[in-house]
């Protein structure tokens, strides 16, 4: 058995987790609202946190994108609607509107750009796009 360094509680997606020095991993006993997930070997965990962490900080920047000013364009816009659909949703899953939704055609089409980009891919996209946006909004101020 391995020396365990430090033990630290995380909060996951409402889970409690007990974390090891990352050598070894358990859950509290008894589970937290009767749920559980069970990962037995340090890489799996380390994936798990980082994919949650990713998506800690994707939700973040969505909140930061609601406050862009209104002079940021539409091209960048649509940019970030596409990979935030591309991230939530994942790859298009509807018909392209018809001519007259030009609005709603041209998110849709936002969306198909991206739609060979994975989910961690259009979140990563999508944090370094809101913080250029953001950046150049402070720049212009």
């Known amino acids: ?45 380390l ?37 935030y659909k591309q991230a939530t949703v994942g790859p298009v899953n509807t018909d392209r509107p018809g001519m007259f939704s030009m609005r709603e055609r041209a998110k849709w089409d936002a969306w198909k750009a991206v739609e060979a980009k994975t989910t961690d891919e259009a979140m990563n996209d999508y944090i370094t796009k809101v913080k250029q946006l953001l950046e150049a909004a402070a720049a212009s101020a």
């Open 47 to 83: 994936i798990f946190l980082q994919e949650m962490g990713l998506k800690e900080e994707f939700e973040e920047h969505a909140a930061k994108a609601k406050t862009l000013p209104q002079t940021t364009t539409n091209e960048d816009l649509l940019v970030l609607y596409g990979l």
């Open 1 to 45: 058995m391995l020396r365990v360094i430090f033990v630290k509680y995380v909060k996951v997606e409402g889970i409690f987790l007990e974390l090891s020095a990352g050598i070894n991993y358990r859950h509290p006993s008894p589970p937290i609202n009767g749920v559980t997930r069970s990962y037995h070997s340090t890489p799996e965990l």
